[in-house]
């Protein structure tokens, strides 16, 4: 039994295990070394002092301490969808593209939290927030950060919808079978909406999702129209 463990692991393509590896270890590593390394490594609003440009890559391998399922999710759709990307591209390829899904879903959000900054600005100079609600909506935004691989592996399921646009999903709880590219245009436009309606103690980047599903398009129909095997 252990051997067939052994070689189920191996037969991993080796940077979807890889990654898997690192975020584990990473989110370990949050756990034991607890605030001071999480937001040294989280994405930050990029006027806060906090701010670093290393945080746009490695912000995609932390994961909230206090949240199992999110790393859990995320390690699962990588290997999911991930998995026969890799094989199909190759390991380089497949590399560089979760890489640049993950950075332009990171400034994605950083786009998005400066639009609603200037936004709030305008609503109190006009009166129509009070500035207390200014004081306390600014001090989220400023002191707000952003972690996780949801970015990225956006990216990667909206390449593998593109890809393979006829696989049909099992979505729990739906008992029928679904095609992969309604369940990836289910998941954007369910993170679209989020985004632009969010609701009270919201703690998802929408906008770092929809970034990353953006990428992720762009690229897979720019190396379909190309043709080749690699774009690097």
């Known amino acids: 039994m252990a051997d067939i463990r052994m070689r ?3 037969s991993i393509p080796p ?5 898997v590896i690192i975020n584990v270890l990473v989110w370990l590593a949050e756990l034991t070394f607890g605030d001071p390394f999480v937001s040294a490594l989280s994405l930050h609003y990029y006027k806060s002092p906090d701010f670093g440009i290393w945080q746009l ?5 932390m994961h909230s301490p206090d949240m199992f399922f999110h790393i859990l999710f995320n390690m699962f759709a990588l290997w ?3 998995s026969t990307l890799e094989n199909l591209w190759g390991s380089k390829r497949f590399l560089l ?8 879903a990171g400034l994605m959000q950083m786009g998005a939290s400066a639009v609603e900054m200037n936004l709030l600005m305008d609503k109190f100079a006009q009166q129509r927030i009070t500035e207390a609600d200014y004081i306390n909506h600014g001090r989220e935004i400023f002191n707000g950060i952003a972690l996780g691989a949801s970015g990225a592996v956006m990216g990667v399921m909206v390449g ?3 890809t393979f646009p006829n696989t049909p999903l099992i979505i729990i709880p739906i008992p029928i079978p679904i095609k992969a590219k309604y369940v990836i245009i289910g998941y954007v436009l369910i993170d679209l909406f989020g985004g632009i309606n969010p609701s009270s103690g919201d703690s998802v980047a929408h906008f770092a999702h929809i970034g ?5 398009l ?3 129909m720019t190396m379909n129209k190309m043709n080749r095997k690699t774009f690097y």
């Open 212 to 216: 990353g599903a953006l990428i992720g």
């Open 160 to 162: 593998f919808g593109y």
């Open 80 to 82: 999911m969808f991930g």
């Open 8 to 10: 189920g692991f191996q």
């Open 97 to 104: 593209f979760y890489l640049i899904c993950g950075i332009g």
């Open 218 to 220: 762009i690229l897979v």
């Open 15 to 19: 940077v979807i295990k890889n990654l």
């Open 57 to 61: 890559v490695t912000y995609m391998f």
